[in-house]
Structure formats: structure tokens, C-alpha cells
């Protein structure tokens, strides 16, 4: 190995090892809990008895948590700093799954997937600060590549663990379980991560300076902004088609949750190749990829007939997305200005989470109105939009020191 090879090899395992506790092992636990009730909420909606488009709008109402309270989170880190927020979302997590369990009263769904969006956004922008305050921007592509691979581990681990939680114990206990595992995340954090002070503890944070944050950035916003809604909104959108394609052609949960931990698998073995390129080469060169072929990935589910099928569709699927792993992250940091930088992750994150809300909502009213092929096909269509948005428009931010 070369000497600059090794130095590099020393920078990122120190990188690893900082984050280590205070980001990387509750960011394991908490994708775990996440991702196993992402899986388990529209089948548990369609076992009470409620069909597929309010387990759309449910998952929705989670999405529009998440975008309520973007805005609020950049304002807070940058009063209080990051780590009362970080705890703050995992406790929100925390109770928000638990409702879960101990309710099927469908107000009270609606209600908990509201809190456990806004408790997630708290936790992701929270996060984002923390890493952009802890590493320069030649690690930030690895350190963030990390994160978002370990969420993709707790990805596969979490919908085969859920599903068979579930079809051993029900889905009552199953939800327990994942709260528990939510509340793990939170004392980890609580124990090991350190306050980074913010930017000013009074009279900066407030909405005056957000209107000048987005007016000085306007047009990074735009542009990768607009790339950034379609991928959240084909990441959502996807999150709730395959267990539904997988319903509908008469799979079991178990098999649902198989399909999407084996794609999950294949997403989470991406992050270290991923982040190095992001590192080495641009951003871009991991964020069109995933566009592109998440995109095509939906629109070949509508062609799925069975088992091996929708696993074909969710494996593409998996792979695409691993090829983004903490791409639009490390684009927001990067373009994130010195002076109100968390107030911009907040608006940054707002943006994408109008993609995120949006996806479950409209893929709804196409169940109603048309099919769910056809829900399908219009969100790969935007995906393919934000693709050529992302490769014309937005500007590659990777800078050598």
C-alpha cells in the first residue's frame, strides 16, 4: 500500500471510531426498529380491515410529520445544539411505535405516524449536523456513507426479524419489541455524544433568517432540491409498493419481509465503495446511478407475477439505492453555508421530505383513481425527471483541500 493509501486508510478508521457510539451503533438499532414497522404498518392496516389507500395515507401522515417539523429541527440544533435533539427524535421514535401496540384505533395511528415522523426528522438532520460538525468535507463522503450504510444493514435485519416477530407473537409484541429497540438507541446516544455548541445560543435562529438562508442559496436549492424530492419520493413510494405488490400477488408476510431484507442486504453491502467514490471521484457520480435505476426498478414492478419476480424488482431496487447511499447527505453539508448551517440541513431536509410525504399520498389517490401499476409507472417517471435534473443542473460540490 502506498503511504497516501495508508494515511487515507488511518483518516477513515478514525473517522469510523469517533463515530463509533454516538452515531453508528444507535443508528443500527433505531433503522432496525424503523425499518421492521415500515413493513409491518400496511399489513397490519390491511389485517384490521382498512384497505391499501389508508395504509398509503398512513405512511403518508408519517412523511408529513417528517416535513412539519424540518424547518423546527434546523432551528433548534442551532439554539440548543445537536445532541438534546438527537434524543429528543429517539424518544419521539421511541413512543410512536409504541402507540402502535397499544392502540388499533385508527386516530391513534394516524397520530403516532405523525410523531414518529417528526421524531425521525429530528434524529436524520440531527445526525447530519453532528457528522458535518465532526468531520471535514474529504471524510464527510465515508463518515456519512457510513451512517447511511448501517441504516441500510438495520434495513435488511429489521423487516425478516419484524415479519417473523410478528407471525409468531403478533403484531402487538412485535411493535413492543421495536420500541424497545428505538429506546436502546436513545441511551446510547445520551451516554456517548458530546453537545456541539452552536453557531449563536440567541437571537439567530428564527424565520427572518431562514427567508435569508434559502434567498442566498436559491439556486442550489432548486436544482438539487428538485433532485431531491423525486429520490425521496421514489425511496418512500417504494417502501410502500413492494409490501403491497407483495399482498396483492398473494405472498405471505413472511415472504414480504424476506424480499425486502434480501434487497435490503444487497443496498446495505454498498456504503463503503459508495462513500469512497463520493470521496474520490463526485457526488454526482453515486446520485445519478441511483436515480436512474430506482426508477427503473419501479417500473418494472408492475410486471412482477410471483415470488421471484418481485424479488428481482426489489433486488434492482436495493442495489439502486445502495448506489446513493448518503449521497443527497453529503450534497447538503457540502452546499450547507459556514454561517446558518443548520438552519440550511433543516430547509435542505424540508425539501427532500416533500418528496417523502408526497410519494405514499399520491400513490394513494392512484390506487383510487387508476391502479397500482399505474401508481408504479408515474413514480418512476419522476424519478427519471430528477435524474436529468441532477446530471444537467446541479453543480458537482466535491472541493480538494
Known sequence: MSAQGAQEAAQ????????????????????????????LLPLYVLEQGAGAAFAALLIGLRGIG?????????????????????IAGLVAMTVSTALFALSDNLWVMGGAALVSGMGFTA???????????????????????AMAGIMRIGGFIGPAAGALLAQAMG??????????????????????????????LAGNAHLSNLKKIVSANARALSTGGAASVGLQLMRSGRILLIPLFGHFLGLNITDIGMIISFAAMLDAAMFIPVGMIMDHYGRKWA???????????????????????????????????GLGTGSLLTLGSDLAPAKGRKEFLGIWRFIGDIGHAGGPLMI????????????AIATAGIGMVSAAVMYWFVDETLRRD
Open 287 to 321: 446520485s445519478v446511478p441511483c436515480l436512474v435505476l430506482s426508477a427503473t426498478s419501479l417500473a418494472l414492478l408492475p410486471l412482477t407475477q410471483g415470488y421471484y419476480s418481485l424479488l428481482a424488482a426489489s433486488l434492482l431496487a436495493g442495489f439502486a439505492n
Open 66 to 86: 417528517m416535513l412539519l417539523f424540518d424547518l423546527p429541527v434546523g432551528i433548534l440544533l442551532a439554539r440548543l445544539g445537536d445532541k438534546p435533539v438527537l
Open 12 to 39: 477513515a478508521g478514525s473517522v469510523y471510531r469517533r463515530l463509533l457510539l454516538p452515531i453508528y451503533v444507535p443508528t443500527l438499532l433505531s433503522a432496525v426498529s424503523l425499518q421492521a414497522l415500515l413493513v
Open 123 to 145: 434524529w436524520m438532520i440531527g445526525r447530519q449536523s453532528y457528522i458535518t460538525d465532526n468531520c471535514k468535507i474529504s471524510e464527510r463522503g465515508r463518515a456519512i456513507a
Open 171 to 200: 403484531f402487538g409484541v412485535a411493535f413492543i419489541i421495536l420500541a424497545a429497540t428505538a429506546g436502546a438507541a436513545a441511551l446510547f446516544v445520551m451516554s456517548f455524544s458530546h453537545n456541539v455548541i452552536p453557531e449563536s
Open 364 to 375: 394513494g389517490a392512484l390506487i383510487n383513481l387508476a391502479t397500482l401499476g399505474a401508481a
